[in-house]
């Protein structure tokens, strides 16, 4: 364990040691996420909001976690190949108390060095603590710099990046995003949280414009619009350094929405960028939406195509447009069959290893009923001929424990993700279906049964529970039921 | 002169100091700009390309240095109490042999200290040596380091952003353009070159698009589109780091665009870019243009509203957009009147202080006809009253001695754009007007004066000497010729 030799050397030099020293016995304590332990503010145990003093930690983003190591270890298995003559990598530039990476040093053998940055010497020297007691001290670099130095820096002087940069900031990421997509080296991943959920999902349309270059809908299916923002977004800040993105996993959950993102080296597929976007229109009338493709400066339509709702102040009749946002797929359906331990061909389910990879603790009580949108979550989709595969969990799914349960949410996400018709960048709720046919909400099976007879593509979406996917339109939908 | 504290002493573990020595002594030679006098490589003196090894020096670029240091030195003198407390410093981020910079340090003494930085090693010793010559080595820091890094520690390191900073890279400033943003003050000055004119002149759309987030069109008026793009891309990078820009000046000559922009820290400001930016629509056929007011993602027409032409691929009827760009105004009146000595309120020619400050000297044998463009250039605006002025050079102005002619030139630069009607984001040419009337090309009094008369506000135009501007459309300026 060493402080990285740009960095200030904080244990010498910085003069509240000692106060550092009391606050973690006092004020911190152990516990046991995935097989790791960690050095956290016993604070942010107790209180719903985990307060940002001495250090944040939120226990609610084991999810998030959770699925890092899962994406990581696949990302590294699928592509370690391509980064033979260097070593594997992984830099938090906001790694706060180290939740994130210490668990991904301990966690994911095949990453070589976690590089953990943070402004806060309270959460980097608990950092340090915990990544002692979980033995991989040798394995971890610590900074404590401005976040744009430490992911500036490497690719000067060390002519090294890094293969794979996390960024978890307060908030927007959209500061940072020029720093981050420098810090990767070509075919690295790059995963990003946006925390600034009223922006994204279309309360504040103008600061969404100025953070992320697009304009978002406040409608159900607002957080898959964010996740898509987030990823254009990415592609834009890239496309000025030469660079293209390739989307591998995304998801929102509760608060925040986080992606994971591809980063090639080439101006010609940054100049194909273009061929990845389009707007999304919806009409708040008849409840119609459709993508469009982007033809810059090009428009959408100005008015609905179904009802004749024009995107003017008329409440009643109202065209809303979102976008420029990703329309292309999302997901990296090879990496989560691989983390699934499932052929990309023949969707399954081998819960035992899955299991053991997310580590087989009890999760904290937080955790118990954490996500209710995952609860009970059937799986539909259309396989390759057309027929309805409609997949309750197997036996060796719903596994009975209590503590496990966590486990068969994340297990459903990815399934729900990995069939997923994500090159349609919306969906449709039961509610909405049954608003519009003036009856209550019909059963996902029937609506996932009956369009698919009518010769339409569906599937669940991993973004809502009783949400759905379809060719079909909204009219469509209304004749089919 | 010290080497910046924080940069990697070159002097004592560069092992090519000798090699160094050598190149400085058999490879580069004096000569003097301003009334600065600067070691340049040799070979740049003679060739019409300059070698980008031993290091790169443009004497072409010398209009736009002597224009920096005009508009460095009138910006310290309106707005140097707004930094009472800190030190005025100007960062050079890529000082290449220091010619900018070094001017700045020796001709004007409001700067406090000016920071150079410049990965080459020979370019940088070269710059300290002119440093020396020039008697200004106290004012001087050096640097080398990757551009990221230089522009970002400061902010955080020493809580102390630049008051100017200047960005002029090889080609396209957009790579580093966050970075850039992030380094200048609360009310500091940004400045700004592209060289990448093919992609901001519309040759390649695409490109445009990823690195300025714009579209322009290869018209007449292409120069001025391309500041505009430029200005309205900082504009969008600032956004995201909560901070407005303030444009102050801005000209393109040659092969490359300039612009200088004020940067404020207010999140408010930078919700209202969206009000400044717009659309440019430009019909081929019958040569109207207009501009439209961005309300995101909203489009701009899709026919011309004269001739019915349309944006589809029919070349005969063809509607071209350019944009989002910046359509408000791009000039500080304030700032270009400081500079010229001359009242706001009452428009005149003092040449004499003027030629004083740019200093007496003769001019390199380059700078004779260095730009036809603004050659014979005579003034014309209508005033606050709708009367028209129409100034010849006046016998102050009209310099005869030969060498005096490259300072008339600025002068007349600045003059027209004092005088422009900067808030019309697009011109007119002579040469078009008289396309579109099938007659040989108006001469430029007759235009100005008849559609003055006709109750339109024009002016002559910075970009082209033969351009103007008016509220006028094409349709209307046929009527009143």
């Given at each position: 364990m060493l402080d990285d030799e740009?960095?200030?050397d904080f244990d010498k030099s910085d003069n509240h040691n000692y106060e550092i020293e009391r606050q973690l016995t006092e004020e911190f304590s152990l516990m046991r996420e995935g097989s790791t332990t960690l050095l956290v503010p016993s604070e942010s145990l107790q209180t719903k909001v985990p307060p940002r003093t001495p250090a944040f930690f939120n226990p609610a983003?084991?999810?998030?976690?959770?699925?890092?190591?899962?994406?990581?270890?696949?990302?590294?298995r699928l592509n370690g190949c391509l980064f033979k003559k260097v070593p594997i990598t992984l830099a938090d530039a906001f790694s706060g108390v180290g939740a994130r990476s210490i668990r991904v040093a301990n966690e994911i053998p095949t990453v070589d060095k976690v590089i953990l940055n943070d402004l806060n010497p309270v959460a980097i020297t608990a950092a340090k603590k915990s990544a002692m007691t979980n033995g991989v001290e040798e394995k971890c670099l610590f900074s404590r710099k401005d976040v744009h130095v430490f992911l500036n820096e490497r690719r000067s002087i060390k002519k090294e990046?890094?293969?794979?940069?996390?960024?978890?900031?307060?908030?927007?990421?959209?500061?940072?995003?020029?720093?981050?997509?420098?810090?990767?080296?070509?075919?690295g991943l790059i995963s990003v949280t946006a925390t600034d959920t009223a922006v994204l999902f279309g309360k504040y349309p103008k600061v969404c414009w100025r953070k992320y270059y697009s304009k978002p809908i406040n409608c159900t299916y607002s957080n898959e619009i964010a996740v898509r923002i987030l990823i254009s977004f990415l592609g834009l800040i890239a496309g000025?350094?030469?660079?293209?993105?390739?989307?591998?996993?995304?998801?929102?959950?509760?608060?925040y929405s986080r992606v994971y993102v591809r980063v090639h080296v080439s101006s010609n597929e940054a100049n194909k960028l273009v061929d990845n976007l389009g707007y999304i229109t919806h009409c708040f009338?008849?409840?119609?939406?459709?993508?469009?493709?982007l033809v810059f400066p090009s428009p959408p339509p100005l008015s609905c195509c179904i009802c004749g709702g024009g995107n003017n102040n008329d409440s009643k009749k109202k065209l809303s447009v979102a976008g420029p946002l990703w329309v292309k797929p999302i997901f990296s359906k090879q990496l989560i069959s691989d983390i699934l331990c499932i052929d990309g061909n023949n969707y399954g389910a081998k819960s035992d290893d899955f299991l053991n990879r997310v580590g087989g603790h009890a999760p904290a009580p937080e955790d118990h009923n954490s996500d209710p949108m995952l609860d009970n979550h059937k799986i539909g989709v259309s396989n390759s001929k057309g027929s309805l595969l409609s997949l309750s969990p197997s036996s060796?799914?719903?596994?009975?424990?209590?503590?496990?349960k966590y486990f068969r949410q994340i297990f459903q996400l990815l399934h729900t993700a990995g069939l997923e018709l994500d090159d349609q960048p919306y969906y449709y709720t039961i509610d909405e279906v049954g608003s519009a046919m003036r009856t209550s909400p019909p059963p996902m099976n029937s609506i996932l049964e009956q369009i698919n007879q009518g010769g339409f593509r569906i599937s669940r979406t991993s973004f809502r529970p009783t949400g759905f996917k379809t060719n079909a339109s909204m009219e469509e939908i209304k004749k089919l039921l």
């Open positions: 740009e960095g200030r983003a084991k999810l998030s976690r959770d699925i890092s190591t899962l994406v990581y270890s696949s990302f590294i990046r890094y293969v794979i940069v996390d960024l978890d900031p307060f908030g927007s990421p959209s500061p940072y995003a020029d720093s981050l997509v420098r810090a990767v080296t070509d075919g000025r350094m030469d660079l293209s993105i390739e989307p591998v996993f995304a998801h929102s959950h509760r608060h009338d008849c409840g119609d939406r459709r993508c469009h493709p060796d799914d719903s596994v009975q424990v209590p503590y496990q």
